[in-house]
């Protein structure tokens, strides 16, 4: 079964530019969306809408709230997430391709998706 979010939800994950570097997704949902879990290799992400989501990764769950025009770094990780608030959700998300060079120190978080 596949991890990639844009075949586990293909309703809000859709892939707006792809090369051998990178992957260029757009999200979009509404409240009350939940979706399946999925995984995402280290990421950049920027919000275009502001929103509040409830990520579950394994036994561990948090809520986070985003405003409009934020960009954040996004570890690899796989997760499920939930739109709690009241707005829509729409972000886009720069899937990075290449592994992370030895002894970088990319943050790893929680996402908002």
């Known amino acids: 079964m596949s991890d990639d ?17 990178v992957r260029v997704l757009e999200y979009r949902d509404q409240p009350g969306h939940r979706t399946k879990p999925h995984r995402h290799p280290d990421s ?7 929103f ?8 561990r ?4 709230e985003l405003s409009a025009g934020e960009v954040r770094w996004v570890g690899a990780q ?7 608030g ?4 729409h972000t886009i998300f720069v899937e990075l391709k290449e592994t ?14």
């Open 5 to 21: 979010p844009a075949i586990t939800n293909p309703e809000s994950y859709q892939v707006i530019f792809e090369n051998d570097r």
């Open 44 to 50: 950049v992400m920027y919000t275009l809408s502001s």
């Open 78 to 84: 796989e997760h499920a997430g939930e739109n709690i």
């Open 61 to 64: 769950t948090v809520d986070v």
């Open 52 to 59: 509040r989501r409830r990520i579950e990764a394994g036994n």
């Open 86 to 89: 009241d707005t829509d959700s």
């Open 100 to 113: 992370a060079p030895e002894g970088s120190s990319g943050h790893r978080a929680l996402g908002p998706h």
